[in-house]
Antibody
Framework: EVQLLESGGGLVQPGGSLRLSCAASGFTFSSYAMSWVRQAPGKGLEWVSAISGSGGSTYYADSVKGRFTISRDNSKNTLYLQMNSLRAEDTAVYYC???????????????WGQGTLVTVSS | DIQLTQSPSFLSASVGDRVTITCRASQGISSYLAWYQQKPGKAPKLLIYAASTLQSGVPSRFSGSGSGTEFTLTISSLQPEDFATYYCQQLNSYPPLTFGGGTKVEIK
């Protein structure tokens, strides 16, 4: 059974940093691209970042480029999102999501984690 | 960037109704479109991918159609568990991978 479990969310001051983790199980982690998607309170879904299975290709939304870094450790079956220079508008539930098709570029998200809440406030 | 416009943004319907949600792309995206269902406090769930392919385990009352710039999600007979918010997503051109603004389906 595929499982994705996010952690690392919490309350942080503007300008601060946070690292999110997503522990994956139930599939061959290194074979699948992964992504982070966020949802601000009461708002819609916003794609944040994605990474290929090998980790060699990364992609970012303009809103986070230069501040957030996506990475993965395939030996630990874990996806990460390092978030620096956080702003109030980064407040959201952050979901990690698995791409459906193996050994392919970024594609449809077939499994999602339960989400972790990041609150940026003084 | 490719923009996705969903309509309507809000829909009130009764159990048993046929419901159609539209997603329009600002430029052609072939069939690189997915539909997700999200219930309050829960993660999104994949319903349809490649515009019209039903994800495994999803009831057959859900269907998707379209290509290019116009797509539809249809629920043939709305069930109580279908009241949720629905999002389309384009995967043709990235970054960014864009989502539509969402359509909230509520009980009439």
């Amino acid at each position: 059974e595929v499982q994705l479990l996010e952690s690392g969310g919490g309350l942080v001051q503007p300008g601060g940093s946070l690292r999110l983790s997503c522990a994956a199980s139930g599939f061959t982690f290194s074979s699948y691209a992964m992504s982070w998607v966020r949802q601000a309170p009461g708002k819609g879904l916003e794609w944040v970042s994605a990474i290929s299975g090998s980790g060699g290709s990364t992609y970012y939304a303009d809103s986070v480029k230069g501040r957030f870094t996506i990475s993965r450790d395939n030996s630990k079956n874990t996806l990460y999102l390092q978030m620096n220079s956080l702003r109030a508008e980064d407040t959201a539930v952050y979901y990690c999501a698995k791409c459906k098709m193996a050994a392919r570029p970024i594609n449809t998200f077939d499994y999602w984690g339960q989400g972790t809440l990041v609150t940026v406030s003084s | 960037d490719i923009q996705l416009t969903q309509s309507p943004s809000f829909l009130s319907a009764s159990v048993g109704d046929r419901v159609t949600i539209t997603c329009r792309a600002s430029q052609g995206i072939s069939s690189y479109l997915a539909w997700y269902q999200q219930k309050p406090g829960k993660a999104p769930k994949l319903l349809i991918y490649a515009a019209s392919t039903l994800q495994s385990g999803v009831p057959s009352r859900f269907s998707g159609s379209g290509s290019g710039t116009e797509f539809t999600l249809t629920i043939s007979s709305l069930q109580p568990e279908d009241f949720a918010t629905y999002y389309c997503q384009q995967l043709n051109s990235y970054p960014p991978l864009t989502f539509g603004g969402g359509t909230k389906v509520e009980i009439k």
